[in-house]
């Protein structure tokens, strides 16, 4: 049974459907739309719904669903980037401690994976301790201490407060839940009540929080008796599924089976505008003309975005810490997109291996859709100090709030004048592909543009700067997308 719920919906309710699941929970605008949908008053076994940017999903639940689902979408729809980890959210293991580091410690997980246990307790090197997953994550999970045993409508945690879903909005019932909290679970233990909750018979969720208040007391007097790093109890599992302009279209063409889809749906209902949003259900409700081209207002929105002078950057890692920074946005008659940004203080740039000095400045070169984006540094009298070329998913933007937006692929190549181009944080790169957390093929063609930008930055460094088209032809030429297509119909938009 699947909770369903985001942009995605109506293709993915039909898609899944055809694959014979049934639904648990989705919205009454999705049902309308798909009459045959099959239904069923089971506890849910996955949820999907957007990520915050509406650029991709999230799945989470039962590990066998979550994987099943995850491989139908992988290969009927693609993504630019997908994460599976098994062991997900409220994950329970035995840690040891191995290091004490700003808010918490570095502990030791089974597999002699590492994970950060954010506590203000006290430890001793060395302490075994149980803790849950909060942020599942590629390499380093963040975990609290304690038991976590999560059921269809409650959660269960120790050291927590009794809270209710945001999404419970009848007062009445929010006191009754919390009544029913206070009565159970007494002490160590806090219960969450989830938004599932809602139409479910008081006595139906009262039977499941005896159950996990038992079931959690099981495994706290287990895990004492565990002095390893161990796994304790599985949690969730979780899938990310990042899209593109490719797979936006092919969301578009499911769709259409099942209702009217104009052209450029998913991509201009993945930018979060609700008025552009609302726009696009009107017309297609009125079923007047399917064949509207909505991908022109995307380039609109994206100049008007460009034009305010000063643009935000996202810098996205998937389970990862990304980070935002702002620049003066200009764009040249071709398309072209042209950042500029001012260091604000000294120290040392990584990637490049040189001095960083207050003053500085970075000018960025991208375009719309594009793979990569090539960063000038330059010292205060303009003189070239290096050239890095970040490899990402295509770029995109988002208006709420406005911001240009990329997830980052872990693999850059720098340039210093007098040495040799270099490809970097390539170890960090072979640790994903091993994981299998790329599509398949995608791998080899960040591999291949990152090799021959090296060998062009080693042999003709300013080429990229002043001939940009090398770029779109690469892009075209590896991963055989379509953005000489789209730079070229981004220009004419300029031109109007």
């Known amino acids: 049974m699947i909770r369903l719920r985001g942009i995605y919906s109506t293709a993915l309710a039909g898609l899944l459907s055809e694959a014979g699941y049934t639904f648990s929970d989705i919205s009454e605008k999705t049902r309308s739309r798909i009459p045959g949908l099959r239904f069923s008053p089971e506890s849910v076994r996955a949820t999907i719904k957007d990520l915050e940017h509406h650029k991709g999903i999230v799945i989470i639940g039962e590990e066998d669903a979550v994987a099943n689902i995850y491989s139908i979408i992988e290969s009927s729809i693609g993504s630019e980037y997908s994460i599976f980890v098994r062991d997900g959210p409220y994950t329970v293991y035995r840690a040891r401690i191995i290091e004490a580091v700003k808010g918490g410690y570095t502990v030791e997980l089974p597999g002699r994976r590492k994970g950060f246990l954010r506590t203000f307790q006290r430890h001793t090197i060395g302490d075994v301790v149980t803790a849950h997953v909060v942020k599942p994550a590629i390499f380093s999970p963040v975990l609290e201490e304690g038991i976590a045993v999560s059921g ?11 809270s209710v879903s945001e999404h419970i909005h009848d007062p009445q019932f929010t006191l009754e839940l919390l009544t029913l909290a206070s009565t159970k679970a007494r002490g160590k233990w806090g219960v969450r009540f989830r938004s599932s909750c809602r139409g479910t018979e008081i006595l139906r969720i009262m039977e499941e929080l005896e159950k ?24 969730e599992s979780i899938a990310l ?149 970040n490899l990402n998913t295509p770029l995109d933007f988002s208006l709420i709030p406005p911001s240009l937006w ?91």
């Open 152 to 162: 269809d409508y409650v959660r269960v945690v120790e050291g927590k407060r009794h």
């Open 212 to 235: 996990l208040l038992g079931e959690a007391e099981r495994v706290k007097q287990a895990s004492e008796k565990i002095d390893a790093p161990a796994l304790v109890r599985a949690g």
């Open 241 to 389: 599924m990042y899209f593109s302009f490719k797979s936006f279209e092919r969301f578009d063409t499911i769709r259409r089976r099942y209702y009217p889809t104009v052209q450029g749906h998913h991509l201009v209902k993945s930018l979060g505008d609700n008025n552009i949003s609302n726009k696009v259900d009107e017309l297609e409700a009125s079923a007047s003309d399917d064949s509207v081209n909505f991908s022109e207002n995307y380039f609109d929105e994206l100049i008007r975005v460009l034009s305010t002078g000063t643009v935000r950057v996202v810098h996205e890692k998937a389970m990862g810490r990304g980070y935002t920074w702002l620049a003066k946005a200009s764009i040249s008659p071709t398309g072209y997109i042209q950042l500029e940004r001012e260091v604000e203080s000294n120290g040392w740039y990584d990637g490049l291996r040189v001095e960083k000095v207050k003053g500085d400045r970075i000018f960025t070169l991208t375009y719309p859709s594009s793979r990569f984006l090539v960063h000038k540094y330059v010292d205060k009298e303009d003189n070239l100090k290096g050239i890095y070329v």
């Open 406 to 496: 990329y997830l980052d692929l872990a693999l850059d190549i720098a340039w210093t004048p007098g040495e040799e181009a270099r490809i970097i944080d390539q170890a960090e790169f072979e640790v994903l592909r091993v994981s299998g957390l790329y599509p398949k093929g995608s791998i080899e063609h960040y591999l291949e543009a990152a090799r021959k930008i090296r060998e062009l930055l080693s042999h003709e460094p300013l080429k990229l700067l002043t001939g940009p088209d090398f770029l779109v032809r690469l892009q075209d030429s590896v991963w055989g997308d379509e953005a000489t297509k789209i730079l070229m119909s981004f220009s004419n938009r300029l031109r109007g």
